[in-house]
């Protein structure tokens, strides 16, 4: 039986991911601080033996034994909650990858670093593909958590250049599906939530700035076949899918599916705010075995709504 450590399996992607190995058969220790990380994703697991939750912030070293993946997340990931505070955001990439690094080579193990679509900032070059450089301001205020990304990417090359280490390292974009935090301040949440309880949609900007929105189901397949791809596939991959709306699109599907008095109402745009996001999958086509997003928007946003109804009541 696989050892498997996931670390922020307690956030949105990490509770997903975790019930699909423990599904898978593997022995899953989940290692979240639960910065944003919260206790109600992983409740279900917490009665099966094949499941351990261990309660540390990766910044600090881990000593683990006989672990055979490790899959890395643990990062603050939406722009309110990495801004909170910038620094620690920025630690938790470096100091954790670096950590998580070491363990994985004590252990001879595989890795998997979690990266984003941040890494190409307010992108110049649309779709984006892996081999586009980005384009991130390394002083503005998205800056600790795409530099710190970027940094976590150049340290798993380096790791396995220097040391053999066996990496693995995915580009993820926009995810939505249950067990999203709905504090999260993210548009999907955002507009979910805000059309439940009958209050503004709160467009930043004027809405035109788009993004491709993955539901996790499809994203966790992708992540299960990265992480069993062959040996010499190291990435960066992309994962995402390819579908592009504007926020003011998805502020009316959102409408159209939710019965409510909701209005739209527009607000200022945050700073470095990307203005166009949509992921080139050509690359994980071809070597994730023909994998792409099975799931429409429309079709995700049903359980979607679901969670968040349940959740709020
Ligand atoms: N956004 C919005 N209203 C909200 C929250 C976000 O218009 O209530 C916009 C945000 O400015 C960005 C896009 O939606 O252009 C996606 O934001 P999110 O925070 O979900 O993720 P990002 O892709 O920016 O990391």
Known sequence: MKRILVT???GFVG???CARLLKEGSHVICVD???T???VNIEPFLSNPEFEFLNHNIIEPLELENIDEIYNLACPASPPHYQKSPTYTTKTCILGIINMLELATKNNAKIMQFSTSEVYGDPLVHPQVESYRGNVNPIGIRSCYDEGKRCAETLCFDYNREFGTKVKVIRIFNTYGPMMDPEDGRVVSNFIIQALKGEDITIYGDGSQTRSFCYVDDLVEGIIRMMNSRDDFLGPVNLGNPGEFTI????DIVLEMIDTKSKLVCMDLPKDDPTQRRPDITLAKSELGGWEPKVPLREGLVP??????NTIE
Do not use: H, V
């Open 37 to 39: 990380g919260r206790m």
């Open 15 to 17: 509770s997903n991911l």
């Open 33 to 35: 601080n639960l910065y």
């Open 248 to 251: 003011r699109e998805l502020a």
């Open 8 to 10: 922020g399996g307690a």
């Open 304 to 309: 979607t709504i679901e969670y968040f109804r």
